[in-house]
Structures are given as structure tokens and as C-alpha cells.
């Protein structure tokens, strides 16, 4: 009898839930997700990815309960970083508007994929500099590092050392970078795969995996926070 019954509600609640989903998109209560694009070179081959995960924007947030914001760390136009004292404990920061306009984006979002490229086995000095501007915003939050390069080793190493850093300011970075080899030969300009691409189904699914899971750790980490 309560199983006939449950089974009959069934329906209503799983509506009522992806209705209150939808609902909840765009607002205060969604969680959200910054994709950020590490490289500010205008002829970087990273915009391809970048611009690919953006096309698919819709397909995956049908799939995960949050929304994707796409942010490109070159928009800010960060001088190198200035500042008389260390943002950590400095209440009194008065920025220029691109400037705070980077912290707030930063501090609005739940979770975060860094798309970065290695340069000279690290990751490029923009995204240092910009990391630098923080304190507290991505603290508790979920972080997945993703890396590429023009070759076929996937700029790990930049990974490798970005890691480090994050978890300086407390994030939870996700363990195992998601590494793109050989990104100029799988994704063109306008962020499609490539006809010729070599390995478009095996991306196309670790792309899409990634985001369910950095979509699972920040829904995780922004609905249990450990109370200090
Ligand atoms: C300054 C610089 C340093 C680089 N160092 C490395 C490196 O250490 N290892 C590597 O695999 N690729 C290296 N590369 C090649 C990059 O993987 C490739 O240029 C990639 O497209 C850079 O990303 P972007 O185009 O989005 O800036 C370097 C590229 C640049 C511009």
C-alpha cells in the first residue's frame, strides 16, 4: 500500500524538483561554476577549448545543478599586483573597478575549473598574479585544474604547480588534473572539434565528465562547510 502509493507520488516529486531547479537557475541560490581561461595571449590556443566548453554550455548544465560562468583571466587587465599590504586580513582595500570586479567574480562562484597551459613547466604568470589579487574567495570551494598544450604531454606540470597555490588559499583542489594533449589539432577557432580531430569522442567525454564532477564537489563542499 505505501509502496503503490510512493510510486504514484513518484511523479510529482521528481517535476517539483526539476521545477524548483529551473527556478532557482540564475538566481542567488544556484550554485555557480567560473570556467577560467588562464591564458591572456590574443592568439592562444586555449580560447579554442575555452570557447568549445562555452558552445556546450547548455548541453551541460541540462546535466548538473549549477550554472557555468565563463571568464577569461586577460579581461581584468591586472597590473602586477601592488598592494601595501597582503589582501589576507586587509579590510581597507580600495581598487580600481577591474580589479575588484576579478575578487567579486571570484568570491560569487562555488566551485572553479582553471583551463591552463604550461609555460616553461609551470603555469603562466598572469594566472600567479591574479591568484595573488585573492584571499579568502575560493576558500572551501572545489577546484579543478585543467591543462593543455600544443603537444602531447598536456601541460602537466603547469597543473602540478598551479595545485600548490590553490591550496595555499584553501581550496579543495579535485586530485588528478584533467590534462588536453595536442589542443591545436582537436579544437578549431570557433570552439568546434576539428574534422580530422584525433581523439574527439575521447574528449568529448572527459570534457563532459569533468564538469559533472566539479558540479558534484561544489554542490558538496557549498552544502557541508565544516563549522570552524
Ligand atoms: C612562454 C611559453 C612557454 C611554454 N613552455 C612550455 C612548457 O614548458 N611545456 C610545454 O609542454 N609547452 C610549453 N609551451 C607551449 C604551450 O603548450 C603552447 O604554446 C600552448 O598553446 C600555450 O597555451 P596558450 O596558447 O593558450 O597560451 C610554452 C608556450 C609559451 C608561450
Given at each position: 500500500m505505501v509502496l503503490v502509493f510512493s510510486l504514484s507520488c513518484y511523479p510529482f516529486t521528481y517535476l517539483s524538483k526539476r521545477f524548483s531547479k529551473k527556478y532557482n537557475?540564475?538566481?542567488?541560490?544556484m550554485t555557480k561554476i567560473n570556467i577560467i581561461l588562464g591564458s591572456s595571449r590574443e592568439a592562444s590556443l586555449g580560447k579554442n577549448l575555452f570557447k568549445y566548453l562555452k558552445n556546450n554550455q547548455k548541453k551541460y548544465e541540462s546535466q548538473i545543478d549549477a550554472e557555468l560562468n565563463f571568464i577569461e583571466i586577460g579581461q581584468y587587465e591586472l597590473p602586477f599586483f601592488y598592494e601595501s599590504l597582503p589582501p589576507m586580513g586587509n579590510k581597507h582595500r580600495h581598487l580600481p573597478v577591474k580589479q575588484q570586479q576579478w575578487i567579486d567574480d571570484m568570491d560569487s562562484a562555488d566551485g572553479y575549473i582553471f583551463l591552463t597551459p604550461e609555460y616553461n613547466h609551470s603555469f603562466p604568470a598572469v594566472i600567479k598574479n591574479a591568484i595573488d589579487y585573492l584571499s579568502n574567495q575560493i576558500s572551501n570551494k572545489a577546484v579543478l585544474t585543467m591543462t593543455y598544450a600544443n603537444n602531447s604531454r598536456g601541460g602537466q606540470f603547469g597543473g602540478l604547480e598551479l595545485n600548490a597555490v590553490l591550496t595555499r588559499l584553501n581550496a579543495f583542489v579535485i586530485p588528478q588534473n584533467v590534462a588536453i594533449s595536442n589542443v591545436q589539432k582537436n579544437f578549431d577557432e570557433d570552439g568546434h572539434f576539428l574534422e580530422d580531430a584525433p581523439s574527439k569522442d575521447f574528449y568529448e567525454k572527459k570534457l563532459n565528465q569533468s564538469i559533472k564532477k566539479i558540479s558534484f564537489y561544489s554542490n558538496l563542499f557549498k552544502n557541508n562547510q565544516f563549522e570552524q
Open positions: 537557475k540564475g538566481s542567488v541560490i
